[in-house]
């Protein structure tokens, strides 16, 4: 019976300026150490490296508690994981990532790479205020709010639905809901328009319901919006009717285009 592989808990230190592999031309790594919370607190063994690409450190943040799953091996003989965020970390305002650090080289010493982080985590302190989700309407400005919805979600908060031969992962209503309801306190949700498609313009089967929807958020810059469509046959024979099914789609794409969960569409 093949060994499994249980997956490392750990949580992000430290993430360096990117730099360009000298193999892909335009392609840029950021080394990202890791911290094993099942080793010491502070020992080496404790530390994880990595040189993870542009869509891989999109998806997590400083502080952020993730697990590293075991992916194989790189080309180099190390092991190869997939990021998963389990804990995200509180949203860090007005952090210029830009200057925020410098790049670690690889071929540092232990004590190197000691003194780097105690440098790098000073730097981070220093250049962000962390505060805790809005209490009242209008309390974040547009940015803060995107910025907290824009975070990657624990897979148990996606569901999944099959769109010929693949599967995509989604936010159902309900959960998009309650994340608005926690960064974005006092949004409210109207729907601007119905309209459907006659037997003149497609074949009966064909029909479909098209809703126009508006989800408006208060920010400290006033009260901001972002409308979408959703769309369904009106001969739907799966879960709901085609009149809730086009206004779930609405919803989750207003919110998409906020921040939330606007990962699963590029990703898509």
Known sequence: MAKVISPIAARVEVIGKPKESSYQPGQFYYPTLFIDLSKPEGSEEAKIWKSLSS?????????????????????NGTDKHNIVVIHPAAVAM??????????????????????????????????????????????????????????????????????????????PWHTVSRILDKY?????WQITGIHTT?????SAAENRLFLT????IPTSEGNLYREATG?????????????S????????????????????????
Request: aromatic residues 6%.
């Open 94 to 171: 007005d952090l210029d990532p830009d200057s925020a650090v410098s790049a670690v080289p690889q071929s540092e010493t232990a004590s190197e790479r000691q003194q780097d982080v105690q440098t790098l985590n000073q730097t981070y302190e220093q250049l962000a205020t962390v505060k805790p989700a809005p209490s009242a309407p209008s309390e974040w400005s547009l940015s803060q709010i995107q910025e907290a919805l824009k975070r990657p979600l624990p897979q148990t908060m996606l569901a999944t639905r099959k769109q010929g031969d693949t599967i995509l992962e989604y936010i």
């Open 231 to 243: 769309t369904e046959l009106l001969t739907c024979s799966g879960y709901g009717d085609p009149s």
């Open 184 to 188: 974005a306190p006092g949004w409210t």
């Open 55 to 75: 869509q891989e450190i999109s998806q997590i943040a400083k502080g952020d508690t993730v697990e590293l799953v075991l992916a194989g091996r790189n080309k």
């Open 198 to 202: 006659s037997s003149s313009e497609a």
């Open 245 to 268: 099914n086009a206004e779930s789609m609405a919803f989750r794409r207003c919110a998409a285009k906020f921040g939330l969960g606007l990962y699963l569409y590029e990703k898509d």
């Open 213 to 216: 929807g508006r989800l408006t």
